[in-house]
């Protein structure tokens, strides 16, 4: 049964591929916004309220929406002291364990962030700031929208696990 969803798996890990590629222009804008930030304040004296803030909210963008993407990757940090030892079966026990629990994590995030979501939109709450980026619950909804990515990607590779066999040394869900 689960290896029907393998395909599911692959549109899923597609998807969150595209997302990452749009992280990545994310990165790219937030460089040339943070240089020409830099620039015009110190050679010119001319900064923008605005701009900077435009600069933590393509940081906000970037984390997450890029975490599912690091996750997918593996470009996360692993503590591999142990999990180097174990065998093919202990090794796939504990990433399903992990993904469950990073799932169970992810769940209560996007869960307490909806109201605060919520109330940031019910009161369009903008930058207190005088010439800062209106409609502040925007960046807010990021929050839900990248848990809600992770969930998918980690769905997606407790697919890849549990039906993968285990004849690899390395991860059972990768392929």
């Not at 010119?44 to 975490?67: K, P, T």
């Not at 992810?106 to 909806?114: E, K, P, Q, Y």
């Amino acid at each position: 049964m689960l290896k029907a969803l393998r395909p599911l798996a692959a549109h899923i890990e597609g998807f969150i591929d595209r997302i990452g590629a749009l992280t990545a222009w994310i990165a790219l804008v937030m460089i040339g916004l943070v240089a020409t930030n830099v620039v015009l304040r110190y050679a010119f004296s001319f900064g923008s309220v605005w701009a900077q803030e435009l600069e933590w909210h393509l940081l906000a963008a970037l984390i997450l929406l890029g975490m599912a993407h690091a996750l997918q990757r593996g470009d996360n940090v692993r503590v591999d002291l142990f999990y180097a030892r174990y065998s093919p079966a202990a090794r796939r026990a504990v990433d399903v364990v992990g993904a469950l629990l990073l799932i169970t994590v992810a769940v209560l995030f996007i869960g307490f962030s909806l109201g605060y979501v919520e109330q940031s939109r019910s009161i369009s709450e903008g930058s207190p700031d005088p010439g800062g980026i209106p409609l502040r619950w925007l960046v807010k909804a990021l929050i839900p929208l990248g848990y809600g990515l992770l969930v998918l990607q980690q769905l997606a590779q407790l697919v890849r696990l549990l039906t993968a066999p285990l004849d690899g040394a390395g991860e059972a869900g990768r392929v």
